[in-house]
């Protein structure tokens, strides 16, 4: 089974603090996404990753940056939190390959206050 | 911009009944589409994969998918209220680089009743 993991499920942070969001996957996938999702928003793609220091944007990548040191682990960081980034924040992970589909961590739900 | 476009709902159907679920594509070469349940608070799993016309069919889900009218569905026959989810309708890209990047519609909301 494939397996994503996010570092945390709840998170409360201030206007202005640094954030850290980590997402580790166990099966050695190519790429690595990160999304989040608000209500009647769907899912929206902030960054995603093809290979280890490769990144991406997506659709909404601004006041968000992304690490990927590792094969297996994509972090997102938020330089200076805001509260309109509270929101839930999906991890996703997926292999190469044109019939491969993505695999979502937990999630984790951040509160900006 | 490619476009994934679903009825919003919400759709409510009463025990089993067949709930049917609609989605609509732009990207007329896409190649790939997947269906994910989405229960509230938590995060999509991925309950169906189709790639080529006509339906595929796994226990009470049926898949169906028409590429020449960009139209790809979800039935669930026998709902049950263990359905009552929202439903993610994913897209695929066939052109060009996608580096694995899927589009999603923004959800059905379903409930099934007893």
């Known amino acids: 089974d494939v397996k994503v993991t996010q570092s945390s499920r709840y998170l409360v942070k201030r206007t202005g603090e640094k954030v850290f969001l980590e997402c580790v996957q166990d099966m050695d996938h190519e790429n690595m996404f990160w999304y989040r999702q608000d209500p009647g928003l769907g899912l929206r793609l902030i960054y995603f990753s093809y290979d280890v220091k490769m990144k991406e944007k997506g659709d909404i990548p601004e006041g968000y940056s992304v690490s990927r040191e590792k094969k297996e682990r994509f972090s997102l960081i938020l330089e200076s939190a805001s509260t309109n980034q509270t929101s839930m924040y999906l991890c996703a992970s997926s292999l190469e390959g044109n019939q491969e589909t993505q695999y979502f961590g937990p999630g984790t739900r951040l509160l900006v206050l | 911009q490619k476009e994934v476009e679903q009825n919003s709902g919400p759709l409510s159907v009463p025990e089993g009944a067949i709930a049917s679920l609609n989605c609509t594509y732009s990207?007329?070469?896409?190649?790939?589409f997947f269906w994910y349940r989405q229960y509230s608070g938590k995060s999509p799993e991925l309950i169906m994969s189709?790639?080529?016309?006509g339906d595929k069919e796994d226990g009470r889900f049926t898949a169906q998918l028409n590429k020449a009218s960009q139209y790809v569905s979800l039935l669930i026959r026998d709902s049950q209220p263990s359905d009552s989810a929202t439903y993610l309708c994913?897209?695929?890209?066939?052109?060009?680089?996608?580096?694995?990047?899927?589009?999603f519609g923004r959800g059905t909301q379903l409930t099934v009743w007893p």
């Open positions: 189709i790639y080529s016309n």
């Open positions: 990207d007329r070469v896409s190649q790939s």
């Open positions: 994913a897209v695929k890209p066939g052109r060009g680089s996608t580096l694995g990047r899927l589009y």
